[in-house]
């Protein structure tokens, strides 16, 4: 082992002679005075020597730097371990460094002081095996792993080997004490840094001449300190990557959702051109398959009785067919009504619907158009479109269920709204308002496709009717407020 001799002589004995001018691990700084430790001592505690310029604990361990590192790739792993960082890599470079020149120092130190000794080899062929078990960890993985495990009690029982037969080796606990760290579980890695910590104090009161507290308090409080600040950026590690974790979540969530939203507003908005598609079909084509119907069955029925009448029944379903096909090519192009896209707004497209209702009736029905007002401003498409809609509905109810012989359809400009009237002199029936279960039981499509539209405008739709009284019906639509949502 080490002496302590006590010989001023430079080349004396002792690497770690306590009065030695600028010893080792355990010397003073007083030049061989027998006195205590010298002024400006700072005892460092594990991984830390009571020298002024250097010790085990000079490294980057003992100022907490390690805490919660990794050195990314292949040195990555350990609690906390937290991927790939560059950070972690620049520290865990700079601790195989400072291990290496550690272990460099401290065998130097030794050969300069015990030259010729014949522990000599023994010192040297330790150094090297420590060094190349300290260059195998990286092989080894990032896991702690039953080969790592071993591989690092093998590592820590060559240190303590060297420590005891060389105390100055003692320096080299500090990159041990990171290395621990990061692969032991919490308490393996504290009893770990227990171990080692023990084994710097006997270290340095071995290098020192009598009994000193510095050196049996001051390695367990540094070890202590740096373990905290290690464990704690360790925690904050997790908890950055939980809270990474939960936020890839809440995004997901938030991904998820708008897809969820997309596509119920996209069934919504489905749901509603279906209905408008089924007022726009029941209102035109299906009323005119009807219209036509009817022609043709007329025309059957008086084919032989009456050549010429049932001529003019097929020439006004032709005529009816050609109408419907303007209207669904018109839905093609853009669903506006065939009256309208011809020009003139919707007074004129009422007039055009009355005139080829009566002709289409034959003398059966007649149907007058009436305009009160003038708007000060053109009505919006969308207006114009559900009030000849519901024109157009309100008619084909009326020919085919009503029995009446004169309808009329009236068109009022008020300041703030617009009013359309069709009224009939038919049979009439008994109205309910609505959302009653009557209303409900009305017979067709006609009247729910009206309110519908009459709704998606903000408006209201009315009918008056008694039996044997004939029918009115109101639709009112508002013309300074915002449109309902369909």
Do not use: K
């Not at 030259?115 to 896991?143: D, F, H």
């Amino acid at each position: 082992m080490e002496h302590r001799s006590g010989s001023p002589d430079p080349g004396g004995p002792g690497p770690g002679a306590g009065r030695h001018a600028g010893a080792g691990p355990g010397g003073r700084m007083n030049g061989g005075s027998p006195g205590g430790p010298a002024d400006g001592v700072v005892p460092c505690g594990p991984g830390s020597s009571p020298h002024a310029d250097s010790g085990p604990g000079v490294g980057p361990h003992a100022d907490g730097s390690p805490g919660g590192s990794v050195d990314g790739g292949a040195e990555a792993g350990g609690p906390g371990a937290a991927g790939p960082d560059p950070d972690a890599r620049w520290l865990a470079l700079l601790m195989h460094a400072a291990f290496f020149l550690l272990l460099g120092a401290s065998l130097a130190r030794f050969l300069m002081r015990h030259p010729g000794e014949a522990r000599t080899p023994w010192i040297i062929a330790l150094s090297i095996t420590l060094a190349v078990l300290y260059l195998l960890g990286p092989v080894l993985g990032s896991r702690p792993t039953p080969r790592r495990l071993v591989w690092l009690a093998v590592l820590v029982v060559v240190w303590m080997v060297l420590v005891v037969l060389a105390p100055s080796f003692a320096w080299c606990a500090v990159p041990l004490f990171y290395t621990g760290l990061r692969i032991l579980p919490p308490r393996a890695a504290l009893a770990l840094v227990a171990l080692l910590t023990v084994f710097v104090v006997a270290a340095q009161l071995r290098l020192a001449d009598g009994f000193d507290p510095n050196l049996v308090l001051a390695p367990p409080a540094v070890a202590a300190v740096a373990t905290a600040v290690f464990v704690h950026m360790q925690r904050q590690a997790v908890r950055q990557r939980e809270l990474a974790a939960r936020q890839r979540e809440l995004i997901d969530d938030l991904l998820r959702t708008r897809r969820e939203l997309a596509a119920t507003e996209r069934r919504e908005g489905t749901l509603a051109e279906r209905q408008r598609l089924s007022m726009e079909i029941h209102d035109t084509l299906a009323q005119g398959l009807s219209s036509q119907q009817m022609l043709l069955q007329a025309a059957d029925r008086t084919w032989s009785a009456d050549p010429d009448a049932a001529r003019r029944h097929v020439r006004t379903a032709t005529g009816i067919a050609e109408r419907n096909l303007a209207e669904a090519r018109r839905f093609v192009h853009d669903l506006a009504p065939a009256d309208l896209a011809e020009g003139g707004g919707l007074e004129a497209a009422l007039h055009a619907l009355a005139a080829r209702e009566s002709a289409q009736a034959e003398g059966a029905l007649t149907v007058h158009c009436h305009v009160e007002g003038t708007g000060h401003a053109p009505l919006p498409d969308r207006v114009q479109s559900a009030l000849l809609r519901i024109a157009q509905g309100a008619l084909a109810n009326v020919r085919e269920h009503s029995g009446a012989t004169a309808a009329g359809l009236t068109l009022t400009h008020l300041d703030d709204r617009v009013v359309l009237d069709v009224g009939d002199n038919g049979r009439g029936f008994t109205a309910e308002p609505e959302g009653t279960p009557g209303a409900r039981a009305v017979r067709g499509h006609g009247l729910p496709a009206m309110r519908a539209r009459v709704r998606q405008l903000g408006g209201t739709l009315t009918v008056e009717s008694a039996p044997g009284e004939g029918t009115v019906l109101s639709a009112e639509v508002p013309l300074t407020t915002t449109e309902a949502p369909t």
